[in-house]
């Protein structure tokens, strides 16, 4: 028989190595632990999707870039300028892990204080007296409220009246309706024009009254409008739905108006601001005008089109009304709606008309003025498109 010869091996372990292998071990499985809890634990509309991944790109300009390509090539710096600054790596990894910006407090506190997170935008274009401590405030109505049948002085709705002389346009748009107006908070009113009112919402005076006087100013110019006056808070109180859900309810009504006219060009969501007198409301020519400011969804790939539509009409609306736009803000993350369906349209803004305490006699002034601007623009945009 011949010999079997088995070679062994052996296997030399010291301490210090078991020990090492016991770290990396437990280290691993903790960090399984926090990155599981990390993915898991992202409120609605912070995690990873699209928009904020755009978001957080905002931050990198194209000096940034530049110096990103230097860290390989170093020619690259040649073409920065002395005084630019590198970029802040560290920063924006913090930012993006912590959902926290280190140069903007608003991201800390807004969390900790409540109502903070109403000033939560940011204030892209800022008209005379705008700042974060007059940013525009949505109100929401208690049930009661909503629920109740409640009287109005009798002078709001004749103060709708056409009182304006408008010489018949030179061009006109015919029987095509290119502009969509909606409510999605319809029943926001004006604390004047209530009777003994302990909030200012109302079924029949509220600010469908503003939307409908601005569509009528655009049909004088030659634009064609479409006015939804949708009793909004009716079908969240008829499904039972939440007034946070407003704006689903409205998805509907204008995904209806696309799908039914290939015309509608411009979408415009009319709203009346909570803020108070002093804030939205301005004096032009011996005349009391209602405020208005441009709100802007950023949570959606339009909404870059949408801001630059909003920022042309601020500036439009300052050249022939100084005083009158408050100023463009937009509004993103995962503490505020982000999108405002303005994500069905590259041209939709939402338009804060006056305040609680402005009349709609001085809303209607700014109605008259937002036409007039407005029609403009669109006719010689027209003529360029064409």
Known sequence: MRNRNFRGF????????LRRIAVLVIVGIIAVFIITGMLTSFEQGSGLASASVNQWANHITGENLVHVLAMEN????????????????????????????????????????????????????????????????????????LMAEREASERNIESNGDKSNVPAPDMTTGDKKVVHIIHSHSRESFYPELQEA????????????????????LEKRGVGVDVDKTDVESLLLNRGWQYTQSYDASREIVKEAIANNEHLEFFFDIHRDAQKRDITTVTINGEVYARTFFVI????????????????????????????????????????????????????????VGG??????????SAEALADVFADFYWETSKVNQ
Do not use: W
Request: charged share 25%; hydrophobic share 35%.
């Open 10 to 17: 052996t296997v030399s372990l010291n301490r210090t190595s």
């Open 74 to 145: 170093p020619y690259f710096a040649q073409v920065l300028p002395d005084e630019s600054d590198k970029l802040e790596v560290s920063g924006i990894i913090f930012e993006l892990a912590t959902s926290i910006n280190p140069d903007d407090p608003r991201s800390l506190l807004g969390r900790e204080l409540p109502g903070f997170s109403l000033f939560d935008g940011k204030i892209v274009v800022a008209g005379e007296g705008t700042d974060y401590t007059n940013m525009p405030i949505e109100s929401a109505p208690p049930m009661e409220v």
């Open 198 to 217: 302990d909030a200012p919402f109302h079924k029949d005076v509220n600010i469908t009254l503003v939307g409908e006087r601005i569509g009528r100013e």
């Open 297 to 352: 969804g950023e949570n959606h790939s339009n909404f870059e089109h949408n801001l630059q539509l909003a920022t042309e009409l601020h500036h439009r609306l300052e050249k022939q009304y100084p005083g009158l736009s408050r100023g463009v803000v937009t509004k993103g993350g995962a503490g505020t709606n982000g999108k405002f369906n303005q994500d069905l349209s590259q041209r939709s803004i939402l338009i804060e």
């Open 356 to 365: 609680v305490e402005n009349t709609l006699e001085e809303t209607f002034r």
